[in-house]
């Protein structure tokens, strides 16, 4: 009973979201942050839409440059999840990591709340926010293995700063379909997915996940989490060299574990992931190891829980073109997940992947050997070996 009723919590939330994105125009945009933050609308220079999975978001150029964020419905709802993203923000901030800091209205508020349309139909309030602009260029595109290298330094920098903090919120403990913890509610959403093949990949995953479910609750360490670490998510300053990390939507306490599987399940699906997904995985992991240590259960556990990200975002990802054809965004991580899934949990076995993920974080094993040209090619040919033995 206790399945039936989170699940069907799981449908209606991702259901909720949809239904509850902001629809906002760029002319809208420049009346909200006019009224709420005092701009004169002649100080605009530039207002420009970006791409986003639930929320409304603008750049925003008047002389100095912004974010401006309009929540979907779901986050609006409750705002200590919103206290809290403003928290994190802060911790990493102080920490010396870049990252985006909200600025207040001209009423000194944080979060304020505007009436605006929803994809749904009719208006509801909104949270509206405006955050300095974190300048530079994501690493969508771009990625090398030293990129990823250096990815995987700031994922961990991030983990040590949350648990060094001590840092806790009741915002964070929520239910939220994206994390980890909850693989085993994508079970209704498999019948979006059209590929019977495909169907049953994401089923074995959550068979597998569901198996050790206890076992990984009471042993894996738990701490906030980013929970987003995605190359969309992570800033690099041409000038300096520097990344910085944005996005904060997902934020919650789960497994600490979880953030590392989720930086590996998006390295993947990366432009280098694209063409050798495992020494993509390889390379973040390198980075991390120089700045944050995993424990032996955590490492075991990283392929199923990377493999976990990749079935929640190839699974939710199709629901969501089914509900939003339009939306071709929803498209950005689909083939690259469904290879990456097939790379790290239908070709290669356990083992090997084991191994592969341990050389990674030795402090003896260099980039290089982890990218070498033929590294996949071997990954693919030791399986067809096994296959024949």
Not at 347 to 362: G, H, N, W
């Amino acid at each position: 009973l206790l399945f039936v009723v989170v699940v069907i919590m799981a449908d209606q939330q991702e259901v909720q979201r949809k239904q509850q994105k902001p629809v906002v125009s760029i002319k809208e945009a420049v009346q909200l942050t006019s009224k709420l933050w005092g701009f004169h609308e002649d100080d605009f220079s530039t207002v420009k839409s970006l791409e986003s999975y639930d929320d409304c978001n603008f750049f925003i150029d008047v002389g100095e440059k912004f974010l401006l964020k309009c929540h979907n419905g779901v986050e609006t709802d409750n705002p200590p999840i919103l206290e809290a993203q403003s928290q994190m923000t802060q911790i990493l901030d102080d920490a010396g990591i870049k990252t985006q800091i909200g600025i207040p209205s001209k009423n000194g508020k944080l979060i304020n709340e505007e009436e605006l349309r929803v994809s749904g139909g009719g208006t509801r309030k909104i949270a509206v926010r405006l955050f300095k602009w974190v300048s530079g260029k994501t690493l969508v595109g771009i990625c090398s293995p030293e990129l990823l290298e250096n990815w995987g330094q700031l994922l961990g920098r991030v983990q040590h700063s949350l648990l060094e903090s001590k840092w806790d919120h009741e915002g964070l403990h929520r239910y939220h379909q994206w994390d980890l913890r909850n693989t085993g509610d994508l079970a209704p959403f498999v019948k979006y997915i059209k590929s019977k093949e495909q169907g049953e990949i994401i089923k074995s995953v959550i068979a597998a996940f569901e198996n050790c479910k206890e076992s990984l609750d009471k042993e894996l360490r738990k701490s906030p989490l980013q929970a987003d670490f995605n190359d969309a998510n992570i800033v690099l300053d041409d000038k300096s060299g520097i990344l910085g990390v944005i996005d904060f939507g997902d934020i919650v306490h789960s497994w600490t574990v979880n953030e590392v599987a989720i930086g590996l399940a998006y390295s993947m699906v990366s432009s280098h992931g694209k063409r050798n997904p495992l020494g993509a995985a390889c390379a973040l992991l390198h980075g991390l190891s120089k700045v944050f240590s995993l424990t032996e259960f955590e490492t075991t556990m990283l392929r199923l829980l990377a493999a976990c990200r990749l079935a929640i975002s190839a699974t939710l990802g199709t629901y969501s073109y089914s509900l939003q054809p339009e939306n071709e965004y929803l498209l950005l991580h689909q083939k690259p997940a469904w290879d990456a899934l097939n790379a790290i949990w239908v070709k290669t076995p356990d083992d090997y992947v084991q191994k592969l993920f341990i050389m990674a974080i030795s402090r003896n094993t260099s980039l290089t050997v982890l990218q070498v040209s033929r590294f996949y090619r071997l990954t693919v040919g030791y399986c067809v070996c096994r296959r024949k033995a």
